[in-house]
Nanobody, 126 residues
């Protein structure tokens, strides 16, 4: 059974940096296309960054130049490095995965992902 666990949430000051991890168990990460999504209070869940099996990343405009998604298949872990954090980045961050896709595939639509973690809270104070 596939499980995703997000780690690294917490509180950080505006302008600071933070890194989230998503540990995948029950299967090899190399089989999965991965994504990070977030949901701020009172808002819908939105995509943040996605990465294909061949390591091609994509980022939302709102985090372009500040956030970086990466993967370490040997460690079965996906990362989200967040720099220059802003109060509007405050949200619950979710890791998502899907398998059986071509190596180049990734998608910004959350409905395309089968597996989800429970989320980890990131709070950015001004």
């Amino acid at each position: 059974q596939v499980h995703l666990v997000e780690l690294g949430g917490g509180s950080v000051q505006s302008g600071g940096s933070h890194r989230l991890s998503c540990a995948v168990s029950g299967a090899a990460l190399s089989d999965f296309s991965m994504g990070w999504f977030r949901q701020a209070p009172g808002k819908g869940r939105e995509w943040v960054a996605v990465i294909s099996r061949d390591r091609t990343p994509s980022r939302a405009d709102s985090v372009e130049g500040r956030f970086t998604i990466s993967r370490d298949d040997a460690k079965n872990t996906v990362y989200l490095q967040m720099n220059s954090l802003k109060p509007e980045d405050t949200a619950m961050y979710y890791c998502a995965a899907d398998r059986g896709r071509p190596a180049w595939w990734s998608d910004i639509n959350q409905s395309s992902y089968t597996y989800w973690g429970q989320g980890t809270q990131v709070t950015v104070s001004s």
